[in-house]
């Protein structure tokens, strides 16, 4: 610890909470140069001084240790501030550069913790080498400018912003005389813009708001390249102060007159990237460090403990609300060299920062600046900066989804409404946007878009605003659900609905004022967006029901973990700036009838309508004469009101009757015909029974006899019925099946809807052959029959998940000869856990049998390129199965240690759970992995093996005989490049493993056997169980590897294995020696082994 009097001199400079902690090194450092400069100069007249100081500094380190010591007696004794500048301009040959670098680490190291007097000087300094005109301080002046987005009392932030603030607009012509680019302005601009915010209507801080607004206009008119280098932050700036009129004024030229700013056209305010400095730059580099340490060496559950101190720290002042926007774009464009390292605490941390905002403004503007990459897309934005929030909603949906809901509604509602203007622009560039996330997500974007947990009207929404990559209204097909084909479908315009305006208060605040987590909760400091000029004041964007809901919803944290019905999001705050309109300021919104849009929705149904009498209408004009006249009376019966369930289901049945009678005369043109006028004739299948809701799953209908009676009503399920009841083989169940294979090429559900009439319907009455009918149906649909089921699965998956868990099991036995890995691949896409649960139980009461041994390798192989989370549930129920580990065996060569981990691991953990000895086979094929440092399966596979006692002595036999057989083979060496390779390709392996893939195919030379033994030599050895000891001790081993040792041809493997060979030896000499049949061994065994096994590595 320091000297009292050299503790003082650091108290002097930075606060210490305690003066027994030690002081930081720089302020020591600085304490300690300012001690000898003291020392030399006391008592002297100023040119003596300076003449010391002079021969002091001589050249290099001391002359940067006495200006250290300099700029400490500058920063602690204002009165005599002058002096000490004096002295360190004489010192300054090298235009004030070491000067500036101590300066810079004063801010970057110190700031936080400077005595109040020290920030003032540090603005005397900055006042000062302006006069002087000292190059390049603009640079360190914006380091000071960010140590404003840190932590610090509110009331320091405010005295240094009043000093920056003044300090800047008193120097006007140096401002100018910047070098183009100046990051100054860039980050000034963005800093003073959220300190006006979080400075509040407070009378007190008028004056001090008032300079920064002046400050800010001033900059951009100034310097607008500078300013433009802002790119769609600087329109979120203007946005966000629209409400100023000067910031109005400045919005209305940008419209009006985009050339005086640097500009072609407006739109380049927005669809112009971030300067990437911007983005290094926007917060205090203490924050900056906390932030990298959490991305990069926090994992879940700590991250949760580390945010908590962060933000205890970082996001108590007024100005946390826009900290946490500034974080979370500091977070989106935060890159290292490899962005897989960061992708699960990235998503971590930016859902940390959005939950803990409060509700209201504060929220919906961290959703604005996540989104805002997304509305104004243009290519040279960088993926790793879009996709964290489709990650985020899928975290969501597991989670919360009615957060997922927000955050979708949000964007929903936004784009038709920030700027009418640009409405059109932004749905371009957010579908521009989705393309690189399709790319990556392939099929299971459209299970994230269009998932069930989502409301049914945000899923509408979605469709609409992303029409090229989710199923259209008009009825999806199979095809649109496949990653390949979700970019061909057309859909209908954004909306035009608004988003609630509530700037500056916060009426959803919780009555303890605390950070309650939150579905819709929104912490605000006020901002402002521009709005749809046509929207009335004085109305609520939302209905109190739904307020009512959400605010039950998001309440505490602890529901989180709850799945309730999904709440709907509040707007953001907006206020409308139109070029026509001038700037409206007030607060508006939507009352409840405009927010449901009535007329809107009854324009829309009477379109659909229209739509459906035009494909009857067209359906009708195709037959003729008695088809003809029979579909047209069930059209009329059909209007009637008073027609109820049983009356339509006859109409159908006729039609199927006379079917039966004129089978000879029915051509595929009526059928056809037929398929589309039942289709808009009979209606969609819907949950009409008592006591069920809207968005209700369809497994209600099954939960007693009476509502499955009921749901089984419906017109359609009379085609099943006459399907299914039918003999084999008849003509008019190939009628039926033809009649449906049609309605199915315009309507995807109907076969989903045969596999739960088959399961639920009619099990209890007969025994259906679901496989032979499901076939007949795909044969005359030109497709396969798995095909068409996992199509079928995944639809289910999107639309009705508790439904899609209902069937899996039925499907599983009814298809259990033709379950291929692409039918495993959709049930683990879209199962879920409560699901996966009962799907484990009937495997466990043997109802469901999944794997096969034929098809084990083949399943192994495709899971592979499934995602992590698909490949968990595989291997699941891979154990609940309790398939063999031989049947998994022949896949454990051509596995790569970097790329399929998951496989890697649950097969380790197979080997764990592993009750008989392992044969030899599965020993092969563990040992034909290629040896590589990187790659450590082989050992720690041997090494779960041995742990069990009894294993250990069938693992060392079997070890031990297949050296003895590659010795016998005179298979010695590996080929050429091989050995400590990384795992080759699963095309490669599995040519090297034989054509049969069988353990006895497969070439095992000697040299890789070895040095699988000696990577297990060099990782297992001189642990606490010395379990590896014992194993290497065994009387196999040892006589097996002693064989290789001395086996001629061999030779060459000697001094590459010399480690292996002189731990066998030892451990040999130690078995002899413990039995009395050995010389005593020098010195202490554990000091020998030790050294060797270090001395080798």
């Not at 971030?274 to 917060?283: A, I, K, M, T, Y």
């Not at 033994?1013 to 606490?1024: A, V």
């Not at 030779?1051 to 066998?1064: G, H, M």
């Amino acid at each position: 610890m320091a000297d009292p009097e050299m503790l003082a001199r650091v108290c002097a400079l930075v606060n210490m909470r305690n003066r027994a902690d030690n002081p930081n090194d720089n302020a020591l450092n600085m304490a300690v140069q300012s001690t000898n400069v003291a020392a030399k100069i006391n008592g002297l007249s100023d040119k003596e001084a300076s003449d010391i100081l002079l021969k002091m500094a001589g050249d290099g380190p001391s002359r940067e240790q006495v200006l250290l010591g300099l700029l400490f007696h500058f920063l602690t004794k204002p009165s005599e501030y002058q002096k000490w500048l004096n002295h360190m301009t004489v010192l300054s040959p090298d235009q004030w550069y070491t000067v500036l670098c101590h300066m810079n680490m004063v801010l970057i190291e110190l700031y936080p913790k400077l005595q109040e007097v020290a920030r003032d000087q540090i603005i005397v300094f900055f006042r000062e080498g302006i006069k002087m005109n000292i190059p390049k301080i603009d640079n360190v002046i914006m380091n000071l400018v960010r140590c404003l987005n840190g932590s610090g009392d509110w009331q320091s932030k405010l005295r240094t912003s009043s000093g920056l603030t003044s300090l800047l607009l008193e120097n006007e012509p140096w401002v100018a005389s910047l070098k183009p680019g100046a990051l100054l302005a860039q980050v000034s601009i963005a800093t003073f813009a959220h300190l006006i915010i979080d400075l509040g209507n407070a009378p007190v801080n008028e004056p001090l708001k008032q300079n920064m607004v002046n400050l800010v206009v001033y900059l951009i008119r100034l310097r607008p390249q500078d300013a433009q280098m802002l790119g769609r932050d600087l329109g979120l700036i203007l946005l966000r102060l629209s409400k100023i009129a000067q910031i109005s004024a400045l919005w209305k030229e940008y419209v009006s007159e985009p050339n005086k700013f640097h500009l072609n056209t407006f739109d380049e305010l927005f669809f112009r990237s971030v300067h990437p400095q911007f983005h290094q730059n926007r917060v205090a580099p203490e924050i900056a460090r906390k932030v990298e340490f959490m991305l990069l060496h926090v994992k879940q559950p700590q991250l949760e403990k580390y945010f908590e101190w962060f933000s205890n720290a970082y996001l108590r002042d007024p100005d946390a609300s826009s900290m946490r926007a500034e974080l979370i774009r500091y977070i989106l464009y935060f890159t290292v060299k490899d962005m897989n390292l960061i992708v699960e605490s990235r998503v971590h941390l930016i859902n940390l920062l959005l939950v803990s905002a409060a509700v209201g403004a504060e929220q919906q503007w961290c959703k604005m600046v996540l989104w805002m990459d997304w509305m104004f897309y243009e290519p040279s934005v960088p993926y790793y900066a879009i996709e964290p929030i489709i990650a985020l909603i899928r975290f969501y949906l597991n989670l919360h989804h009615p957060f997922a809901n927000s955050i979708l509604e949000f964007v929903c509602k936004t784009v038709p409404v920030l700027h009418p203007p640009l409405a059109e622009s932004m749905k371009k560039a957010i579908n521009q946007a989705m393309r690189p996330i399709a790319d990556c997500y392939q099929g299971s974007l459209v299970t994230i878009l269009e998932n069930s947990r989502l409301d049914k009207t945000i899923r509408e929404e979605v469709r609409k605003l992303w029409k090229d990559f989710v199923r259209s209204d008009e009825g999806p097909t199979a095809s649109e659900v496949k990653s390949e084909d979700v970019k061909e479908k057309p859909v209908k315009s954004s909306s035009s609905s608004a988003i609630q305006s509530n700037s500056g208060s916060n009426t959803a605040q919780t009555s303890s004022g605390t950070s309650a987590a939150p579905v819709e909760k929104s912490r605000s400091g006020s901002f402002s967006i521009v709005m749809n000029p046509q929207l009335k004041p004085g109305h609520s964007l939302e209905s109190a029901a739904s307020r009512k809901a959400a605010k039950l919803e998001t309440e505490n944290p602890a529901n989180w973990k709850e799945e309730k019905p999904a709440a709907r999001s509040t707007g953001a705050a907006f206020s409308n700036v139109h070029p026509s309109g001038g700037v409206k300021m007030e607060q508006f919104g939507l009352d409840e009838e405009m927010m449901d849009d009535e007329s809107s929705d009854e324009v829309e149904q009477e379109r659909e309508k229209q739509r459906r009498e035009q494909e009857l209408a067209q359906a009708i004009e195709g037959l003729r004469g008695e088809w003809r006249d029979i579909v047209e009376g069930m059209r009329e019966n059909f209007k009637s009101a008073e027609l109820d369930m049983y009356e339509k289901s006859e109409g159908v049945q006729k039609i199927l009757q006379k079917l039966l009678d004129d089978d000879s005369d029915v051509d595929d043109d009526v059928i056809e015909n037929l398929a589309q006028a039942l289709l808009v004739l009979i209606g969609p299948v819907t949950l009409s029974i008592e006591g069920a809701n809207e968005g209700d799953s369809l497994v209600v209908a099954f939960e007693s006899k009476d509502t499955t009676d009921q749901f089984f009503n419906h017109s359609l399920f009379v085609i099943f019925r006459n399907l299914c009841f039918t003999a084999e083989n008849e003509p008019i169940q190939r009628t039926i099946v033809s009649l449906i294979a049609s309605m199915r090429d315009r309507d995807e559900t109907i076969t989903y809807l045969l596999l739960v009439f088959m399961k639920s319907g009619i099990e209890s009455q007969m025994k259906v052959d679901a496989n032979a009918i499901y076939k007949e149906i795909a044969d005359c649909c030109g497709k396969n029959e798995i095909d068409m089921l996992c199509e079928d699965l995944a639809y289910i998956s999107v639309e009705d998940f508790q439904l899609f868990g209902y069937l899996v099991p039925y499907v599983l036995d009814q298809f259990q000869a033709q379950i291929n890995p692409d039918l495993i691949g959709a049930i683990c896409k879209g199962i879920d856990g409560a699901q996966l649960h009962d799907l484990v139980g009937e495997i466990a009461i043997e109802n469901v049998t999944i794997f096969r041994k034929d098809s084990m390798s083949a399943m192994i192989t495709a899971s592979l390129d499934w995602e992590t989370t698909s490949q968990w549930i595989f291997w699941q129920l891979v154990n609940a199965e309790g398939v063999p580990i031989d049947w998994i065996a022949p896949s454990i060569p051509k596995l790569s240690a970097e790329k399929h981990r998951e496989a890697l691991t649950n097969i380790l953990l197979l080997l764990r759970r592993m009750d008989r000895d392992p044969s030899m086979s599965l020993m092969r094929y563990i040992l034909a992995r290629q040896p590589s440092k990187d790659d450590r399966f082989t050992v720690n596979a041997i090494k779960i093996l041995i742990d069990d006692v009894d294993i250990a002595n069938k693992v060392a036999e079997h070890i031990g005989g297949l050296i003895r057989k590659t010795i016998s083979a005179g298979d010695i060496l590996m080929p050429q490049g091989t050995a400590n390779s990384t795992s080759t390709s699963l095309r490669d392996m599995s040519r090297k493993t034989g054509r049969a893939g069988s353990a006895s195919h497969m070439k095992l030379p000697l040299e890789q056997v070895l040095a699988h033994m000696e990577n297990f030599t060099n990782l297992c050895l001189t642990k606490g169980k010395k379990m590896a000891e014992q194993f290497l001790a065994k009387h196999y081993i040892q006589d097996a590897i002693a064989a290789a040792k001395s086996f001629e041809k061999a030779a060459p493997l000697r001094n590459r294995y010399q480690q292996l060979f002189t731990v066998i030896e030892i451990l040999n000499d130690e078995k002899d020696n413990a039995t009395g049949t050995s010389r005593t061994l020098r010195g202490n065994r554990y000091f020998r082994f030790l050294f060797l096994h270090f001395s080798l590595r």
